[in-house]
């Protein structure tokens, strides 16, 4: 029998006094709460074009149902039949509310994209995202914004990742092709994760697979967001304008080693060496500098992961030709990173083994130590390096990947969301705020807007390319 509701509604307010009467309905068996389910989503898409004009007000909908005494009695089961929902419905209506309320709910739970993945609900957002491109805008950017809080907290099944095709990693492409130069345009960011993610994905499963992952199955995986822009990143030159953007301005550490991840496999790819614009690496490089100084001491595997991707952009890019960028700045930063004693040890604290290694390697590029013929042939690359590649890429490639073991490294570091990367000035800045209300210290440690040895301030650079100010190292009193 059709479940069928009718209401009379005269003004908004009787629209949300309507809708609270629905979720707080009473249900002891699974047929009743399915019946409140419907009625609650026929309910709202049935009024959604005449009440619900915002995001806000789809997001308002759906906590009205995650914080009822109807889904807090029932979590799991109201999760599951929500999932299911998703598998087969096809109404744009509808299915942003359940979008909606997965989003909410999982971002708050993360059992919920627990189910999803275990549902086999990720090649559905795909397909939904792809099959959506054309018709309702927030739809459409709530579904990319699944898509990936729902791939950032687990490992996504091997089996869902090959079905990705390359249609679809080049439509995400083509969308902020599409779209102005504008990094806060709503649909720059989502769509940009996304791609971040998946690259993440495919390095996981290549490079940090499951005991009982198949090695069949992993050889016949192939990245495809850096095989679309190994053949065709000219056309997608936006793309990589944006994640040095977001990079200069993200503080979560996850994102960072998303994006960094990302740089790692182009820097060492041998056909994207030269997917950035020569400008935009002097940038990166300036941003990466700045990171370095300003990163707590605490932090010291996001450190680790700045210098395997600075080593390659300084070895492969395009920076490796003359005129060499900042090439003394450079040096005396890497010295400072190994020095002992002096206040260049106080500002880095004691430097652990792996630090030594990866500053010396960068240290040792040609053009930074006056031996050009230290510089790697660019068509060179041992045969460990090819498998590397082959594994990244599914396919046989040029060589000249780096090591393996470098690859797993940075494959590896992961960070819970949410959590932010600290800030060397920030730390020295409320340091100097408790001294100052406490009394303590002379009050010569420096004017706090960064010039004697607050460094946060003056690396974060907003949302412009543009850096402002001084170097890191006229920062430091270096230069």
């Not at 619900?52 to 009205?64: G, M, N, P, Q």
């Not at 056309?235 to 304008?241: A, I, L, P, S, V």
């Not at 940038?283 to 990171?291: A, C, G, S």
């Not at 340091?431 to 420096?446: E, F, I, N, P, V």
């Amino acid at each position: 029998m059709e479940f069928e509701v009718s209401y009379q509604l005269d003004n908004e307010q009787q629209f949300w006094d309507e809708l609270d009467d629905i979720v707080s309905a009473q249900c002891q068996t699974h047929g009743l709460i399915d019946d409140a389910l419907r009625s609650y989503i026929t309910f709202v898409t049935t009024y959604k074009g005449e009440y619900l004009h915002t995001e806000d007000d789809i997001a308002r909908c759906s906590f009205k149902l995650l914080e009822s005494a109807l889904f807090s009695a029932h979590k799991d089961y109201v999760r599951r039949q929500i999932v299911y929902s998703l598998l087969e419905e096809d109404s744009p209506d509808t299915l942003h509310l359940i979008i909606a309320l997965l989003l909410f709910d999982g971002r708050e739970n993360e059992a919920t994209f627990e189910m999803m993945n275990e549902e086999g609900i990720f090649p559905r957002l795909v397909e939904l995202i792809y099959g959506q491109k054309d018709d309702d805008a927030g739809l459409h950017r709530m579904l990319l914004e699944l898509l990936y809080e729902m791939s950032r907290i687990q490992r996504l099944r091997i089996q869902d990742l090959i079905l990705i095709e390359d249609d679809f990693v080049q439509y995400l492409f083509q969308i902020i092709e599409g779209l102005s130069d504008d990094v806060n345009d709503p649909y720059h960011y989502p769509v940009i994760r996304v791609l971040l993610i998946l690259n993440e994905q495919y390095m996981v499963s290549a490079h940090d697979p499951t005991p009982s992952q198949n090695p069949s199955t992993t050889m016949n995986l192939t990245n495809k967001v850096i095989k679309t822009l190994s053949t065709s990143g000219s056309r997608y030159k936006t793309f990589g304008e944006n994640i040095i953007l977001l990079l200069n301005r993200e503080s979560e550490t996850s994102l960072q080693l998303l994006i960094l991840k990302l740089l790692y496999l182009l820097f060492t790819t041998p056909s994207t060496y030269e997917y950035f614009y020569t400008n935009d690496l002097r940038v990166l490089l300036d941003i990466i500098t700045r990171n370095l100084l300003d990163l707590p001491l605490s932090a010291t595997a996001l450190r680790h992961t700045y210098l395997r991707v600075l080593y390659p952009l300084l070895a492969h890019t395009q920076l490796r030709h003359p005129p060499h960028y900042k090439r003394d700045e450079l040096s005396r930063l890497l010295a400072m990173m190994t020095a002992t004693g002096g206040a260049t040890e106080g500002h880095f604290g004691a430097v652990d083994e792996t630090t030594k290694r990866l500053v010396g390697r960068c240290a040792k590029v040609g053009w930074l130590s006056g031996n050009e013929a230290l510089n790697r042939d660019r068509n060179g690359g041992d045969a460990g390096e090819g498998r590397v590649a082959r594994k990244l890429l599914g396919a046989e490639m040029p060589g000249g990947m780096t090591s393996s073991l470098s690859v797993v490294e940075v494959t590896t570091q992961k960070e819970r969301p949410g959590v932010l990367t600290g800030s060397r000035g920030r730390e020295e800045l409320e340091k100097q705020a408790k001294q100052s209300l406490t009394g303590q210290g002379d009050g010569a440690r420096g004017d706090p807007r960064g010039g004697g040895g607050g460094h946060g301030e003056g690396f974060k650079v907003g949302a412009s390319t543009s850096l402002q100010g001084k170097s890191p190292f006229e920062a430091e009193g270096e230069a």
